[in-house]
């Protein structure tokens, strides 16, 4: 992405509805040409209301959108051309697959012949080859998402919006749908914004992930980056689950005490963590079961043992008031054993 | 169980009476018939109802759907108050519609009177007669209909689809043409369709309007006056049929509603953006407000003007609360309105029973002759007032108890009975309406907890009835206090209502009494408006109090 001129920027973009805070609080995010960048947050954060200022349904207070460097913030979405998939999909209800599929090009004069015979090849893109004749309502979701992408698609759009593009479908069709949306995106080479309030989609997907929270954004970056290195508390405990534990932060490394016993761990510290009082972030992979003689190892009691496929998820209650979640797959440890826990993976994200 | 009374009840009321139409126009042979199709003036009252109807369609759209899409979807100074008048000619009963359109537009009109003086004619620039003019005010009154269908289509409207279409490229009237449109045909068609069927039974106005027009509905009068019942009831019959036709059409087009919305977004209004836009647009705006509410206000202003001065003037010259001070004490004129009072009391209440039970039935019940049921309760409103009206008075002109007939004719009863027949429709579908929102499953956990029927009924499913009750009674009692088509064939000067007294103050061009009681009539109707919506107020807030 270094060295690529970026390909949609948004620039400080702010919305603001009448209330105190700001529903979409000076964002600034820079996507280059063919990457797909996944915006992440809770509901209320200002995702869906930051995408749709890229699409042009919002305009901003603040801010700009600029397209290969020209400002588009004031054009219409008709005039952006940005192809579009709603939550709830938006197809037109009285034409057909082939008809919606067809729309875009018909709304640019295309003839009759040649635009649908376009549809058709976006349709076989999808996996939907010859749907072209079949009414909306006969569709199932993962069939209506497709057709609604295989319309955004046929449009030829230099960026495409998601919003929420896997929500309304069930857990198994879920996942098979984001590993087609991932891979048709990237045969495509589109350059893709999304919205999701699901981590596992964003992950799935996205090249970059980027936090909102109160309508700012947090932090931007790889899955991984966000995982191992969070910007700050926020981004910690959004990402992933984990356990925050105090702890004194010297410059490259954390100590950590628990029930007594102290241990250093080398850390991977948020930009402006000062020395001192900080927090450490302990993420449930990173935790281990270790022998009773083990150095550096913390001594609790099991509270809870939940079994999640590949691996089970323990509660382990150390120190007497810190419960450190703990992800292993061994497997013959009860609730009520007693136990050592250990870091398994340095370094540890360092908060303040 | 309580089906059989209910369905008795109606058989008896409507379908009864319609059939006897219907049989006595075959009482000898096909004579009746050909009598009709030899006719010409049955055949050019035939031909003039088609046209005015078709005319009323196209009129009332040409007003009622520009004026769904502004009042819906762009904001200008001036929307909300525009709004707030749009539907208020729906709440003029028709005798009073026509009569103030007599006050503004008629041959010694304020607004005809006007314009002769502000060009310097020496006659009438206009007369208000014929086709024309009974269209004129069929726009006026019936644009509500296309208005109020088009807006709850356009609100229900998917607004994604509106950003889908424009995300796509489409042009605002590519949009436009594609896509809302085409989802709003079966608002569109349904509202035509009802228009079509006032239009067809419309008597108000071509019967003042008319000169020397003829109409099914007049003509169904004047041959019952002539005594010429065997042609009545021919012409009453193709009227009802032309209406029923209507009806079935409409109620195919409401089946074919059937794209789903999903997500319903907020509705987004444009703001105008070129500066003549912004400039025009509050201006029509308050035009058309005035032209919206001049008739109710001329018929304010010619109540309180002195009878037999306003000849030749623009205005009335002469102003007085005589005419109120007379109605008030002058015990002659006070009957009309006890009797329009008392009449739409007893027709509302007894509405408000068999339509509670029929609607109860109807949503809640499965038994074998449901589909009659619902045939029978949707019928007066297909049946024009002119045709129930003969309907019931050849049926009930006598005692018979071999074939179901009681006098009616002549008595003070008949007019209720006709309120009543027509009433029918509105509270049932209104109270039918409430009922579908209703769990079904709540009356079983009633019973599963040990409450009894009545005690059922009177706890959970009159209180979810209870809005559409209230709500169709009161249309039902609005359109009874004001009716005039039913109460020229059935009235006897005991019972005389209060639109056949306006009409015998005008026919002695006692113009401000005519006017005082129009202005009688909007006040009742606006009592119950107003008392319908405090006592469902009322009801509501005591149960957010149990509630809580």
Redo the contacts between chains.
């Keep these: 992405m270094s060295g690529a001129a970026p390909h949609l920027v948004l620039d400080r973009l702010t919305r603001r509805f009448g209330e105190a805070r700001p529903a979409v609080n000076a964002v600034s995010l820079e996507i280059a040409a063919g990457e797909l960048v996944a915006l992440i947050g809770a509901s209320g954060s200002g995702k869906t209301t930051t995408l749709r200022m890229v699409?042009?349904?919002e305009t901003p207070d603040a801010g700009a959108v600029l397209l290969d460097g020209r400002d588009i913030t004031s054009l219409?979405?008709?005039?952006?051309?940005?192809?579009?998939v709603?939550?709830?999909y938006?197809?037109?209800?009285?034409?057909t697959v082939g008809q919606n599929v067809a729309?875009?090009l018909?709304?640019?004069g295309i003839a009759r012949r040649e635009r649908m015979s376009r549809a058709a090849d976006a349709l076989a893109g999808v996996g939907l080859a010859g749907a072209g004749g079949r009414q909306i309502?006969s569709l199932s979701g993962g069939e209506q998402q497709r057709v609604a992408l295989a319309?955004?698609l046929v449009?030829e759009p230099p960026v495409l919006l998601l919003d929420e593009p896997l929500s309304n479908l069930d857990p198994t069709l879920r996942r098979s749908t984001r590993e087609e949306l991932r891979a048709t995106l990237r045969r495509l080479g589109v350059t893709a914004l999304f919205v999701t309030h699901d981590q596992e989609d964003a992950f799935a997907v996205a090249d970059r992930v980027a936090l909102l929270a109160a309508g700012r954004l947090l932090q931007v970056g790889t899955a991984e980056t966000l995982y191992d290195r969070p910007a700050n508390r926020d981004v910690a405990t959004f990402i992933g689950r984990s356990t925050l534990v105090p702890g004194t932060f010297d410059g490259d490394s954390i100590t950590v005490q628990l029930g007594g016993a102290a241990r250093r761990l080398r850390a991977a510290p948020a930009p402006a963590v000062a020395h001192g009082p900080a927090t450490a972030v302990l993420r449930p992979d990173a935790l281990g079961f270790s022998p009773p003689d083990g150095i550096d190892a913390w001594t609790g009691v099991v509270q809870e043992r939940r079994f999640a496929g590949a691996l089970l998820a323990y509660r382990v209650r150390v120190a007497g008031d810190i419960d450190l979640e703990v992800h292993s797959t061994v497997r013959d440890v009860q609730p009520g054993d007693t136990v050592n826990i250990r870091v398994t993976r340095e370094p540890v994200a360092v908060v303040s | 169980m309580f089906a059989a009374p209910v369905l008795l009840v109606l058989l008896w009321s409507v379908v009864y009476p319609n059939l006897s139409i219907v049989v006595g126009s075959f009482e000898h042979g096909l004579r009746s018939w050909r009598e009709f199709a030899s006719s010409p003036t049955d055949l050019e009252a035939l031909r003039t109802t088609l046209i005015i109807a078709v005319g009323s369609v196209i009129a009332a759209v040409a007003v009622g759907l520009p004026l769904a899409f502004l009042l819906t979807r762009v904001d200008f100074r001036g929307r909300r108050v525009l709004s707030a008048v749009a539907t208020l000619p729906a709440a003029l009963p028709p005798l009073v519609g026509v009569v103030a359109f007599l006050f503004l537009y008629g041959e010694s009109g304020v607004i005809t009177r006007g314009v002769q003086a502000l060009l310097g004619l020496d006659h009438a620039p206009w007369t208000l007669n014929g086709v024309g003019a009974i269209i004129f005010v069929h726009a006026y009154t019936m644009y509500v209909y296309v208005f109020l269908f088009v807006s709850a289509g356009l609100e229900r409207l998917?607004t994604?689809?509106d950003?889908?279409?424009?995300?796509?490229?489409?042009?605002r009237w590519?949009a436009l043409r594609?896509?809302t449109l085409?989802?709003l045909t079966p608002s569109i068609a349904g509202s035509m369709l009802l228009v079509f069927m006032s239009a067809l039974g419309s008597f108000s106005a071509p019967y003042i309007f008319g000169g020397g027009l003829r109409v099914l509905s007049t003509q169904i009068v004047a041959s019952k006056l002539n005594g010429a019942m065997d042609l009545a009831y021919v012409e009453t019959t193709v009227l009802a049929v032309g209406a029923i036709a209507a009806l079935i059409l409409l109620r195919w087009f409401e089946r074919r509603r059937t794209?789903?919305v999903?997500?319903k977004g907020t509705v987004v209004r444009a703001r105008l953006h070129s500066p003549t836009a912004r400039l025009l647009a509050p201006i029509v705006g308050a035009i058309l407000v005035v032209i919206l509410i001049l008739p109710h206000a001329m018929v304010i202003l010619v109540s309180f003007a002195r009878d037999g001065t306003w000849t030749t003037q623009v205005l009335p010259p002469e102003y007085t609360l005589d005419n109120f001070r007379r109605l008030a004490t002058d015990s002659d004129l006070l009957v009309p309105i006890w009797n329009s009072v008392s009449m739409t009391a007893i027709a509302t209440a007894l509405d408000i029973v068999v339509c509670f039970v029929a609607a109860y039935l109807l949503v809640l019940r499965r038994f074998r002759v449901r589909w009659l049921l619902a045939i029978l309760v949707a019928l007066p409103w297909a049946i024009p007032g002119t045709a129930i009206a003969i309907g019931l008075a050849s049926t009930f002109d006598r005692t018979s108890l071999a074939s179901a007939r009681v006098l009616l004719v002549g008595t003070f009863w008949i007019l209720p009975l006709a309120y009543f027949v027509r009433g029918v429709p509105l509270v049932s579908s209104a109270t039918e309406g409430s009922l579908r929102q209703m769990d079904p499953s709540l009356e079983d956990a009633a019973r599963g907890l040990g409450a009894s029927w009545w005690l059922t009924m009177r706890r959970v499913v009159l209180p979810a009835a209870r809005p559409g009750l209230v709500a169709g009674a009161m249309l039902a009692a609005i359109t009874a206090v004001g009716e005039f088509v039913a109460s020229i064939v059935l009235f006897t000067h005991a019972n005389r209502p209060i639109s056949m007294e306006i009409l015998s103050q005008l026919r002695n061009f006692a113009f401000g009494t005519a006017a005082a009681f129009s202005v009688v009539l909007i006040a009742l109707v606006l009592a119950i408006t107003l008392a319908a919506r405090w006592a469902e107020g009322r009801w509501s807030r005591a149960e957010a109090v149990v509630i809580q």
Excluded: C, N
């Excluded at chain 2, 950003?163 to 796509?168: D, I, M, R, V």
């Design positions: 699409a042009g349904y219409p979405p008709q005039r952006r051309r940005f192809g579009m709603f939550q709830h938006a197809l037109f209800p009285h034409l729309f875009g018909e709304a640019r309502q319309r955004a449009i | 998917d994604s689809l950003e889908a279409a424009a995300g796509l490229g489409a042009s590519h594609r896509v085409p989802l794209y789903a999903s997500t």
